[in-house]
């Protein structure tokens, strides 16, 4: 009897430590950081477009901002949108097609530096 009741106290600690509470847990809501973000302004800022994907209305002007300091470009895949070719300071503007849908773009002066415009 002795021996159950040090086994009962010890499962009773072991219940306490883990914590644990009568109120259900706040749901886990899965991040997106790759959702596009509703804006119409891009920073080239230490080699990354920030945020790199947006979206904007039909044909919206989207302000391109360097703050490196250092050449950058704007290359969009899409021939119905005008790049923009090199610059180290300052903005460049960009304006988007009337047609819904997505348009990605590069610096190809820097490896890995891209993003999407979605219209929309």
Request: aromatic share 6%; net charge neutral; charged share 10%.
């Amino acid at each position: 009897m002795r021996f159950r009741r040090v086994l009962d106290l010890t499962l009773a600690i072991a219940l306490a430590a883990c914590g644990g509470s009568d109120s259900p847990s706040a749901p886990i809501i899965p991040s997106t950081p790759d959702a596009p973000v509703a804006t119409t302004s891009v920073s080239l800022q230490n080699n990354l477009f920030n945020p790199a994907n947006i979206v904007v209305a039909p044909s919206a002007v989207v302000t391109f901002s360097n703050n490196d300091g250092i050449n950058h470009n704007v290359i969009f895949a899409s021939q119905n949108i005008a790049s923009i070719t090199e610059w180290a300071a300052g903005t460049r503007t960009a304006t988007m097609p009337a047609a819904p849908g997505t348009y990605s773009y590069t610096c190809t002066i820097h490896a890995g530096m891209s993003g999407t415009i979605k219209v929309q």
